[in-house]
């Protein structure tokens, strides 16, 4: 156990969060550690004592930015010396000390797996740039309901398994998160009971590769027994999951998973490429033909399922006919949403050693074509769901009007619509009048 002292200060702390839903997640522990100590929560950096950026590696694009971010808090920090400026997540981890060296006005670094060292770290700031001890593996401890703070009180994320052991040739995280381990099933019920307890009603369960819960602590087909255990939760009423690996999902999971009423009918499905010979150079273990039988498998259990997925184009050789293969799928499957990059070598892995790097041209040449198809059939799938009625999660009020609530259905789409705050955390059904890209609006009935 961590112990952590109530403490009184009038510190103050900003928190930025980028990159996947596993930063997200660790953001609410960090949070919680950190008003705990008695630090407030503030968005403005001019009066924060503790600039915390929880940072991602997964592409060089994201780290440059970065550190033009943190450089250009120099003029702040030279003004306000006593000011902490600290960075966590995946570069933290993928970084470590280089960051102190290349950015002196950082004070604070650690990785993913450090977080319960924060109260020490924090200490350690007022006489020395501190560093955390960078351990390759993650645990789940101080993941209780009472260690975390939630952004909305009504909805949690929760880590089912932490790390990545697939080891794609593309992906850095691997590196960064250290080996897959699955949280005890019975850890996990009785946390999300907890949660449950506390007023949550939507739960993420996270992990690199959800389907592989389990795995390591001897279960076979773990994911959809973990998912019917949580069906029996009372107060959960949404559960939704992130991400799966085509690979390991197999029917007999998706069958299973259907009988549940408390799942959401959201399923992102990454496919990376659509061409086997560079699904084969990515290492993602399936081919095409096998994707889309598992898509079929989908349509065919649930009904009204929302696809996603993700998509890298540019691959080391990929040549023009094989990028066209990713192309045809998009149009083939439909997606209601995708999230398009074009491929960034990174350091360390085995596709950033490879000869046939495509250029920067071609490889964003092909991101725009990729996007341009896709937005289109985003747009018509969008168009599809005026006239139909859902049932929201009212999560808060639109910023643009203020009798406007924004939620979100159960397939994970934002709709607005009028109504007042004290919806906020409740559950209303919603018919659909008119949609704009992702998101669509109505009015609510009954
Ligand atoms: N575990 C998830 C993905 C996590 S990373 C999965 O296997 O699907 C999120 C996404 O970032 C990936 O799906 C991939 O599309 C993208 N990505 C990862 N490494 C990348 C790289 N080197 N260049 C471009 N995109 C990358
Ligand atoms: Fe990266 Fe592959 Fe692991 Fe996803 S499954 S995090 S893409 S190595
Ligand atoms: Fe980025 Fe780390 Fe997630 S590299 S995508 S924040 S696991």
Redesign the pocket.
Known sequence: MIELHSMETNKSFTLHT???Q??QADAQRIRGILLHLGYRETENEEESDLILFNT???RQHAEERLFGRIRSLNPLKKQKPSLIIGVS??MAQNHKAELLKELPMIDLVFGPNDINQLPQLLQETSEKKALGSFAGKGTFEGETADGIVLARPFSAMVNIIRGCTNFCSYC??PY??GPEISRPMNELLAYISDLASKGVKEIMLLG?NVNVYGKDLGMKEGFATLLEEIEKIDGIKWVRFLTSHPRDFTEDAIKRISNLTKVCEQYHLPFQAGNNRILELMRRGYTRERYIELIKQVRRNIPNVSLSTDIICGFPSETEEEFEDTINLVKEIRYESAYMYYYSPRPGTKAASMKEQLSDEVKKGRLARLIEVQNQISNEESQKQVGKTFEVLVESSASRSENKMLGKTRTGRPVDFEGDASLIGTFVKVKIDSARNWTLSGKIID
């Open positions: 980028f990159g996947c596993m930063n991602c590696s997964v997540g995946c850095i995280v960064v998160r690199q």
